[in-house]
């Protein structure tokens, strides 16, 4: 009795990692296409007129990749240090 009870505990615990991991990528696509739909084009709005300096363009990339890390957090590397996201 004690080995199916802890059968079912541990079916219980990996439905429920699927689960959250669905989850999570549920609520990374929202944040993705949030970012795509609403922060981006404020963020570019006017950018046709715009004449941008090299420091300037450097600022919008920091700010594009600091958004995308934030939706898709941090990727552990197969040695112990971290992937490029993009």
């Known amino acids: 009795m004690p080995l199916l009870l802890l059968l079912l505990l541990l ?17 990374q696509k929202f944040k993705d296409q949030v970012y ?14 715009w004449s941008l300096t090299l420091r300037e363009e450097r600022k ?11 939706i898709v957090g941090p990727r552990r590397g197969g040695n112990g240090g971290m992937e490029e996201i993009a």
């Open 11 to 27: 079916l219980s615990l990996l439905s429920f990692g699927a689960e959250s991991f669905v989850f999570q990528v549920a609520i």
């Open 36 to 49: 795509r739909t609403i922060i981006l084009p404020v963020v570019l709005y006017g950018c046709e007129t």
């Open 60 to 70: 919008l990339r920091v700010f594009e990749n600091m958004v995308l890390r934030r």
